[in-house]
């Protein structure tokens, strides 16, 4: 027997599952049977594809097992199971990228805290919440070494060799105290309904089951009395969700499935489930959370789309399998028309894949398209979480950018609520087609009240107002949209009538000296000073010249963070 310290992260979540979260128990059943199923999943795989697997028996199955005498909760799979090397690297270390930010991001309250450890997913540490010793007896599908990993979750575990016939793994956890009602058959089922249901594998349970009393032919002799009887029943419903017909899907079971492959308590927005037929034939079932993933901004982020080839897992850990700019979308991507060892680096030119992802991006623009006219509060809460990573897509999809930026809400000087470009370009001088805008990082109400937008105010001609700070980079590559050209402010031209004309000469004159004496003045600070007649209400603005090596240098090292 060999002691082991656990790595210092998985020392924190721990000591975080042990001392600071009372609320949402109950979702350690679900992360390990959803442990359970992923490792069912890998043996399948497997079992298919690989010749060194083809003598390993598939039965998928995941069993329960309460004991109330020895305070004991069992949950076993038959899947791949784990070696030394497993379970060292898996059970006492956390690999996960970000598990850093997701400790620092913890609060110290405890409902959101419970929240963010569903995102993060934390799985297997999760059973210590509810007990104060684990143990998880394993053997890794066509090995012969069986393992006993034991842990009170408290700095340390060991491991043993054991026997074990058969692979798979089997985690007892021996239940606190006050931990009873995870002992009881009804409240066990009722948690595997809530968040299992449509798992692809079958979870079974012992169950009571009453046997009523044999009567003799008149029914008024007992012959035998009623007795209740333990009988072994499938608890769950085993049948991988996305691949049922929408109509036959209720919006509670779509809600469950959802808990169940985004690790979330969280109630999706929404969700968009389509079928596919005809040369390519696949099915995608794509929900969006109702709060952004808090790895989001992250380059490690975790992505949250499985692909399924005809029901066997394949990957959940593929970032092309949609573009970036969708990357808060959680669900299923499953196509029976794609080889079932393909590689990662097949699937990213793989015909058919590409096919999949193209049709499913525009099935999910032209879903976000019909939410924003036909429900424009949710919309709006869509907006809120992810607007600005949806439009990253306006530079890193061409193709769809027309589509994107028909997705995004603007702020326009003459509004005080947001537009859409479809209606904006309703008010545009239709001989000019220009839509012009304005960006800089600074507040909404700020932008509004540029200098460089009095000339605009003057003539009554409405502008976008961008400030988010993705704007700045975004804009000036988006130059147009159907047939209006997009125009920063600063390039807008305009006829001058002969007023205005006469007006500039006019200011021009009278100013000249006193151009020139700030000039003096400001010296090397700034390029030039001139005098100018577009600004109507503020005495002076300053302008950048946008060629000039230094703005663009400043410009690059801040978007390199400097
Ligand atoms: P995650 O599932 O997100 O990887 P977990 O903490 O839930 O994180 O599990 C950690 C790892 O432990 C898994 O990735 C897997 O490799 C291993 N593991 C956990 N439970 C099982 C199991 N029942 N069978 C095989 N491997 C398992
Ligand atoms: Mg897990």
């Not at 799979?77 to 060292?88: A, K, P, R, T, W």
């Not at 997701?102 to 110290?108: M, Y």
């Not at 009567?215 to 008024?220: A, I, V």
């Not at 927005?269 to 929900?287: C, P, S």
Request: one cysteine or more; a negative charge.
């Amino acid at each position: 027997m060999a002691k082991h310290q656990f790595q210092t992260e998985a020392n924190q979540i721990l000591n975080l599952m042990i001392h600071s979260l009372y609320s949402n128990k109950e979702i350690f059943i679900r992360e390990l049977v959803s442990n359970a199923s992923d490792a069912l999943d890998k043996l399948n795989m497997l079992v298919l594809t690989d010749d060194k697997y083809k003598d390993v028996a598939f039965n998928p199955r995941i069993d329960i097992v309460a004991n109330k005498e020895a305070k004991t909760l069992t949950i076993k799979d038959s899947g791949i199971g784990m070696n030394e090397e497993d379970l060292m690297n898996n059970l006492g270390t956390i690999a996960k990228s970000g598990t850093k930010a997701f400790l620092e991001n913890l609060s110290g309250d405890q409902k959101e805290d419970s929240n963010l450890i569903g995102q993060f997913g934390v799985g297997f540490y999760a059973c210590f919440m509810v007990a104060h010793k684990v143990e998880v007896t394993t053997k890794k599908a066509g090995e012969d070494q069986a393992f006993l990993w034991t842990s009170e979750g408290t700095g340390e575990f060991e491991l043993e060799n054991t026997t074990q016939d058969g692979h798979g793994t089997t985690i007892v956890m021996h239940l606190n105290d006050d931990e009873d009602e995870f002992l009881e058959t009804y409240r066990v089922e009722s948690i595997i309904k809530k968040y299992s249901n449509h798992i692809p594998f079958p979870i079974f349970m012992d169950k009571e089951k009453h046997i009523p009393a044999v009567m003799d032919d008149e029914g008024k002799e007992e012959l035998e009395p009623s007795r209740t009887e333990m009988e072994n029943e499938q608890i769950n419903r085993a049948n991988a969700l996305w691949t049922i017909a929408k109509k036959d899907v209720t919006d509670d079971e779509y809600k469950d499935f959802y808990s169940s492959i985004a690790h979330s308590s969280e109630e999706p927005l929404t969700w968009m489930h389509n079928k596919a037929e005809g040369a390519v034939e696949y099915t995608t079932l794509f929900y969006i959370p109702s709060k952004a993933p808090m790895d989001m901004y992250r380059v490690d982020y975790q992505t949250g789309i499985k692909l399924y080839i005809n029901r066997v897992f394949i990957t959940d850990d593929e970032k092309e399998l949609m573009p970036t700019y969708l990357r808060f979308l959680r669900g299923v991507i499953d196509s029976k028309d794609l080889p079932l060892n393909v590689s990662r680096e097949i699937l990213q030119s793989n015909a058919v894949m590409n096919k999949i992802q193209k049709s499913s991006v525009k099935k999910v623009l032209s879903e976000l398209a019909k939410m924003s006219k036909k429900d424009s509060a949710k919309y709006d809460e869509f907006y809120k979480e992810f607007g600005n990573v949806l439009k990253e897509g306006l530079y890193s999809d061409f193709e769809n950018r027309e589509k994107i930026l028909e997705l995004m809400k603007f702020n326009t000087i003459n509004s005080d609520e947001t537009v859409m470009i479809e209606d904006f370009v309703k008010n545009i001088d239709e001989e000019k087609k220009e839509i012009y805008y304005i960006t800089g990082k600074t507040s909404l109400a700020m932008l509004k009240n540029s200098p460089a937008l009095e000339r605009f105010k003057a003539r009554n001609i409405d502008v976008l107002v961008l400030n988010e700070e993705v704007d700045t980079i975004i804009f000036p590559m988006v130059t147009d949209y159907k047939e209006y050209k997009l125009v920063p402010v600063a390039d807008a031209k305009f006829e001058e009538s002969e007023e205005e004309k006469k007006a500039e000469e006019e200011v021009a004159k009278t100013y000249e000296g006193l151009a020139k004496e700030f000039k003096e003045a400001l010296g090397d600070a700034v390029k030039s000073v001139e005098t100018t007649s577009e600004l109507t209400d503020s005495p002076v603005a300053i302008k950048i010249d946008k060629e000039d090596p230094t703005y663009m240098m400043a410009q690059m090292m801040k978007q390199m963070g400097q």
